[in-house]
């Protein structure tokens, strides 16, 4: 069956001829066209010409040169979105995916499924940020989800294109940074009950991974949710991002009066949070500790 979306035009750059020819194959009915490059001299002519929609490009291209082509398509064309993908990329390699301004990644050799799911992810972000739009005073943007960890990437990167577009490169890293920290602080803290000591002790043991997915399973942990609001205000040059658990909340007190020698000793609790304030000093929790706020000048 066809798409009855309007025609999606992708551009995939990857030097192999196999997987050029992979996510054509996968994508057909799928409402998309693919055109092709295999270095980024080339890919960077073509969307020049041809201005795709989305742009599938491999992280480990010749000489390292993905995530700057990647930064590059993102500084040239800001709307139009990014997919890196590699075969055993590390972690810090995806996280390093995601600051160079991609929107999804995906595992090498591409699986059909994951690749369409990607793609209508893609497809269907906002165009750009609301709080750059002529005339707009105030915009609120609310979401909410679920407590997998597994998550959080790609809704990250999705509030950062939708709600913080308009600022500086090095405010859009820090607020990533910032909001990487305490949604995992409200998922596996707040809503999943998986404290310090404990996560220290699984990650040791290697079987964190069991630990998570047995905390998925429990009820009610598994029903709890996260919620983030953003607030756009022109009038007081801000953004408010408000993240909210169903968790019993922490004493929150004793950790932000910690002095900075205790920051920086081996203990390393906490230190997400001394992070965040020290990038936004307005950081501040409610009384049960179940809520976090952080404001973001707007530049």
Request: hydrophobic share 40%.
């Amino acid at each position: 069956m066809t798409s009855q979306n309007p025609p999606c035009t992708v551009l995939v750059i990857d030097p192999c001829p196999e997987t050029q020819a992979r996510i054509v194959t996968y994508v057909q009915g799928r409402g998309f066209s693919i055109i092709a490059a295999s270095d980024p001299s080339t890919a960077l002519t073509t969307i020049a010409f041809a201005a795709p929609d989305i742009v599938i490009t491999d992280m480990f291209l010749p000489e390292g040169a993905g995530l700057a082509l990647a930064k590059e398509i993102r500084a040239r064309h800001e709307l139009c979105p990014v997919i890196l993908m590699a075969k055993d990329a590390t972690e810090l390699a995806v996280v390093h995916a995601f600051r160079a301004g991609a929107v999804d990644y995906l595992h090498k050799p591409v699986v059909e499924e994951e690749l369409a799911h990607a793609l209508q992810r893609a497809r269907h972000l906002p165009a750009g940020d609301l709080a750059g739009l002529p005339g707009v005073q105030r915009s609120e943007h609310r979401l909410t989800m679920d407590s997998d960890p597994a998550h959080l990437p790609r809704v990250i990167s999705c509030l950062i294109e939708t709600t913080a577009s308009t600022l500086s490169a090095t405010q859009r890293l820090r607020l990533r940074g910032s909001l990487q920290e305490l949604l995992f602080n409200a998922v596996e803290h707040g809503n999943l009950e998986i404290f310090y000591q404990e996560k220290r002790k699984a990650l040791s043991e290697n079987r964190y991974g069991q630990l998570l997915r047995q905390r998925l399973t429990q009820t009610p942990l598994k029903d709890r949710q996260v919620t983030v609001q953003v607030l756009c205000d022109k009038g007081s040059k801000s953004l408010v991002y408000r993240i909210t658990d169903e968790g019993k909340g922490f004493k929150w007190r004793s950790m932000l009066n910690q002095s900075q020698e205790v920051c920086n000793s081996e203990d390393v609790n906490g230190r997400g949070i001394f992070m965040a304030r020290s990038f936004f000093p307005s950081l501040a929790y409610n009384d049960r500790g179940n809520e976090v706020t952080i404001t973001v000048p707007l530049n």
